[in-house]
């Protein structure tokens, strides 16, 4: 996997990230090959403590759209993605890191997602309705299909 940055912001005396912009991502898996990825993506950082997060991420490739988000601290972080396309789905991850166990509720709804992204499909998953909650060692998964 190679990345280029086009924008980093440091502040060396008090070594914090500021914001980072993500503006070329190549990767090495053939599946991820054939189709080019466009993709950007920021994450501003503070260094107040518990340390907020910020950012997104867009990417397109192979008629494919993907829109991601993350919000929150170090205790407690919200993600949620959207991919619509020739394939759909949305998910929302909501994980306290610094809590012992490190609980997580997850989300997912697909109502069409395949594998390999093009050509012949290896795997193919239709009305997915996915729920995790609890810690990680112990979580509890409902799923529709």
């Not at 996997?1 to 924008?7: P, Q, T, V």
């Not at 993907?66 to 949305?90: D, K, P, V, Y």
């Not at 509720?105 to 609890?134: D, F, K, M, T, V």
Request: glycine share 4%.
């Amino acid at each position: 996997m190679f990345f280029s940055s086009r924008s980093l912001e440091t502040n060396p005396n008090q070594l914090k990230l500021n914001r980072l912009t993500l503006t070329q991502l190549q990767f090495a898996q053939p599946d991820l090959q054939t189709a080019p990825l466009d993709l950007e993506a920021q994450l501003s950082v503070s260094n107040a403590a518990p340390f907020a997060l910020q950012g997104e991420l867009q990417a397109s490739s192979a008629g494919l759209e993907l829109n991601s988000r993350i919000t929150g601290s170090a205790e407690r972080m919200q993600l949620t993605a959207e991919l619509s396309g020739n394939q759909q789905a949305t998910a929302s991850l909501d994980i306290a890191p610094l809590t012992a166990g490190l609980p997580i509720q997850l989300q997912l709804n697909a109502s069409s997602l395949r594998w390999p992204l093009s050509g012949e499909s290896l795997y193919h998953i239709q009305q997915l309705q996915l729920e995790a909650e609890g810690a990680l060692a112990d979580l509890r998964f409902q799923a529709q299909s």
